[in-house]
Nanobody, 119 residues
Framework: QVQLVESGGGLVQAGGSLKLSCAAS????????MGWFRQAPGKEREFVAH????????YYTDPVKGRFIISRDNAKNTGYLQMNSLKPEDTAVYYC????????????WGQGTQVTVSS
């Protein structure tokens, strides 16, 4: 079992930055992929970015490319999402999730952290 706890959300003005953290416990994330998702009010949850824990290979959805950076600290078993040049449309609850690379679906989720970007 993997437990995930997000932190770092808050209120920021447009153009500002926030760094979200996702601390994993229960086991190390070797052979896992960590993903970040977000859900805005009235909208479906959407994928933001992921990182393969062993290789560090990353992937981003187009709206955040060049603004967000996903990373991980193996020693701390913690993933991060650095969010720069934030826009009001980035406002959402952000969730981290984890899955084994060999599986299709994310089966471990955090509780979410609110990010609000004011115009």
């Amino acid at each position: 079992q993997v437990q995930l706890v997000e932190s770092g959300g808050g209120l920021v003005q447009a153009g500002g930055s926030l760094k979200l953290s996702c601390a994993a416990s229960g086991r190390t994330l070797n052979n896992y992929r960590m993903g970040w998702f977000r859900q805005a009010p009235g909208k479906e949850r959407e994928f933001v970015a992921h990182i393969n824990w062993n290789s560090g290979i990353t992937y981003y959805t187009d709206p955040v490319k060049g603004r967000f950076i996903i990373s991980r600290d193996n020693a701390k078993n913690t993933g991060y999402l650095q969010m720069n040049s934030l826009k009001p449309e980035d406002t959402a609850v952000y969730y981290c999730a984890a899955k084994l690379l060999s599986t299709s679906n994310y089966n471990y989720w955090g509780q979410g952290t609110q990010v609000t970007v004011s115009s």
